[in-house]
C-alpha cells in the first residue's frame, strides 16, 4: 500500500511539471532600520577536551605512548624482551622514572623494547620525524649503541590501553603525558585567534561515579585549588617580573595571553558544588576583578538539579552559567525558543557542550541538520547566550569512548563531520547585531519545519541569513528588508543538504556532506528563494 502511494505523488508531479513544494509562500520580515542586541565574537568556538585520544595519540604531537614510564602501570604501551628493568631514581625530578637495559643473559639474545604507539605510528613518506632519547653507558662502558626500528606489527593492539588512571575516575584511558599542556593551549588559542577559556577543578570528583564524599576535596582543604587558579591567572597574564609571568617569558612568551575567562568545576550539581565555588570567586574577584568566572548548571539541560543550578548562579552573581545537552534529534527541533524567555538580568548563558545524538550516534546529516535549526535560537537570543561550543571536538577512529564528535582522525588522516561544517558557517558568519527577523509577527523557530536568524555584519557591511528547512519538501521563501533601500547588490548562497539523513564523512569518504556555495543577486528590498528539503542555507547580502 505504501508503494502504491508513493508512486501515485510521483505520477502527479510529473504530469504537472512540477517539484514536490508547497504552496505556501513564507514571507519572512527582516528589520534592518533597527539592529537589535550585539552578537559577542565568542559566540561560537571550540571544546577541546582530552577524550577519545584527542591529546595524547591526537593534537599532541608525540607518537611514543607512555615516553617516560610515567604511567601508572610504568611499562604500559610497551612490549620489553631481555633483562628491563624500571628504575625511579632518575635525574629528572618530575620525571623520575626510566629503563635500564642489560646483558639478557647469552650473547645469542638481546634487550630491547616495542612501543605500540598510538594504535601503531603513522609516518608519511618524506616528512621529517624527530627522535630524541636521553641515555648513558652503563658503568664501566665507554660507548653503547641504540638502534631503532619501525616494524609492522602482527599482533593485536595491546588491550591493556583500557586500563583506569584516576582513582575516582572510572573511564578508560584517561592518561596523560602532561606533554601538552595550558602554554600549548594558549598559544593554539592565540594563533587561530580564539579567547582562551580554561576550565579548572573545584575540588569534586565525577559525580556520576562518586557518592562517597571522602571521593571529594573537603572545603577547608581546597586553598590550594583555589592558589592554583590564581596561579594559572598569573602565568597567563602576569608581568614577566612576577612568578608565574616570569615562567610564561622563560618558556617563549613574554607577552600576555590575555585570559579573561575561567570556567570553575565542570557538570557539577547539587549544594557540593556552589560552597565549593564560593571561595574561587572571592579570592579570583579579589585579585582579578576582570576575569569573568563561569559557574555550571549540571549535565541536565533541565530538572530539579538544573534549576537549583541556576539559583545558586544568579545568587552567587556567576558571569556566565555553563549548559549542557546531549539529547535526540527531536528535542533540538522543539528547544529553538529555549532562551527566549530566559530572565535578561541574569548571568549570560554558555551553552558549554552540546550535540545532537541521533539514536546510531553518527555524526549524520540529521544531526547536523537539527543542530542548525535549534543554533538559530542561539543567535536570536545574542543578548543571554554568550557563547556556545559543540563538543567533544575530537575522536580516534580506533579509540573513541565517546560520540558522535566534531571531528574524526585515525594516524594519517582527518575528516570534517557533516556537524563541523554547521559550526564553521555559524562561525564564519557570525555578525555584529541580531536582526529581528520573524512570519506573522513571530520568530521562525519550527513552524511548518521553518528556522531562522539573521544579523547585520557592520565589518563586512552585509546581512547574513541563516535558515533551516527541516521538512521533507522544498519551500518557497520571500524575504522583505525594513529599512532596506531598493538596490541592485550581490551576495551568496551556501547550502548543506543531504537527500539520506544518515549520511555521514567518513576517512575514505570525505566529502559526502559539504556545503556548496554561489553566487547570486538581489533586486531591490526583497529576496525570492526555494529551500531545497531537508536544507541549511545561509545567504550573505552586500550592502
Request: with cysteine; proline share 5%.
Amino acid at each position: 500500500m505504501k508503494k502504491t502511494k508513493s508512486l501515485a505523488v510521483l505520477a502527479l508531479s510529473i504530469a504537472m511539471g512540477t517539484q514536490l513544494i508547497t504552496a505556501q509562500t513564507h514571507n519572512i520580515s527582516v528589520d534592518v532600520k533597527k539592529p537589535g542586541s550585539p552578537i559577542q565574537k565568542t559566540m561560537y568556538g571550540i571544546f577541546f577536551e582530552d577524550i577519545n585520544y584527542g591529546a595524547d595519540g591526537g593534537l599532541y604531537a608525540e607518537m611514543v605512548k607512555n615516553r617516560s614510564f610515567e604511567f601508572p602501570q610504568s611499562l604500559l604501551g610497551w612490549t620489553t624482551f631481555g633483562n628491563v628493568e624500571v628504575k625511579n631514581d632518575g635525574p629528572f625530578a618530575n620525571n623520575p622514572h626510566y629503563v635500564r637495559l642489560s646483558y639478557p643473559g647469552h650473547d645469542a639474545k638481546s634487550t630491547g623494547m616495542d612501543n605500540e604507539g598510538f594504535f601503531g605510528f603513522g609516518l608519511k613518506k618524506d616528512a621529517d620525524y624527530r627522535f630524541s632519547v636521553w641515555a648513558r653507558a652503563a658503568a664501566g662502558n665507554a660507548t653503547e649503541s641504540i638502534r631503532i626500528e619501525f616494524i609492522d606489527p602482527t599482533s593485536a593492539v595491546n588491550e591493556d590501553r583500557w586500563e583506569y588512571t584516576f582513582q575516582n575516575r572510572f573511564f578508560p584511558d584517561y592518561y596523560q603525558s602532561y606533554g601538552m599542556g595550558f602554554y600549548e593551549l594558549f598559544q593554539l588559542s592565540e594563533e587561530i585567534g580564539a579567547e582562551p577559556l580554561p576550565v579548572i577543578s573545584c575540588g569534586l570528583s565525577c559525580q556520576f561515579q562518586n557518592q562517597d564524599s571522602k571521593a571529594h576535596v573537603a572545603i577547608n582543604d581546597l586553598d590550594s585549588y583555589v592558589q592554583d587558579a590564581l596561579d594559572l591567572i598569573e602565568f597567563a597574564n602576569g608581568d614577566v617580573n612576577t612568578k608565574w609571568g616570569k615562567v610564561r617569558a622563560d618558556m617563549g612568551h613574554p607577552a600576555s595571553f590575555n585570559l579573561k575567562l575561567l570556567a570553575v568545576g565542570n557538570e557539577q550539581w547539587g549544594s557540593l558544588y556552589p560552597e565549593r565555588l564560593v571561595p574561587f570567586l572571592k579570592a579570583i574577584r579579589a585579585k582579578y576583578p576582570n576575569i569573568r568566572v563561569i559557574g555550571t548548571a549540571g549535565p541536565s539541560p533541565d530538572g530539579k538539579d538544573f534549576d537549583f543550578g541556576w539559583s545558586e548562579m544568579k545568587r552567587l552573581k556567576a558571569d556566565l552559567v555553563d549548559e549542557h545537552y546531549y539529547k535526540d534529534p527531536q528535542w533540538f527541533l522543539s528547544n529553538a525558543k529555549r532562551y527566549d524567555n530566559y530572565d535578561r538580568k541574569g548571568p549570560k548563558v554558555f551553552a558549554g557542550e552540546y550535540a545532537c545524538h541521533p539514536k546510531n550516534r553518527k555524526n549524520n546529516f540529521e544531526a547536523a541538520l537539527c543542530e542548525a535549526a535549534f543554533m538559530t535560537g542561539f543567535e536570536r537570543n545574542a543578548d543571554v547566550v554568550h557563547m556556545c561550543t559543540y563538543a567533544p571536538l575530537f575522536a580516534h577512529v580506533d579509540g573513541w569512548q565517546w560520540k558522535p564528535d566534531l571531528i574524526w582522525f585515525d594516524n594519517l588522516r582527518s575528516v570534517r563531520s557533516a556537524n563541523y561544517y554547521i559550526q564553521q558557517l555559524y562561525g564564519h558568519n557570525v555578525g555584529t547585531n541580531v536582526l529581528t527577523t520573524v512570519e506573522n509577527k513571530l520568530p521562525l523557530a519550527g513552524q511548518d519545519g521553518i528556522y531562522a536568524s539573521s544579523a547585520l555584519d557592520k565589518t563586512k557591511n552585509e546581512i547574513i541569513l541563516k535558515i533551516a528547512n527541516t521538512s521533507d519538501v522544498a519551500k518557497k521563501v520571500s524575504y522583505s528588508f525594513n529599512g532596506l533601500k531598493a538596490a541592485e547588490r550581490n551576495g551568496t548562497q551556501t547550502t548543506l543538504k543531504s537527500d539520506n539523513p544518515d549520511q555521514e564523512n567518513t576517512l575514505d569518504n570525505p566529502n559526502a556532506v559539504v556545503p556548496t556555495t554561489k553566487e547570486i543577486k538581489v533586486s531591490g528590498n526583497t529576496l525570492e528563494v526555494e529551500l531545497a528539503p531537508k536544507s541549511f542555507n545561509l545567504y550573505t547580502i552586500k550592502l
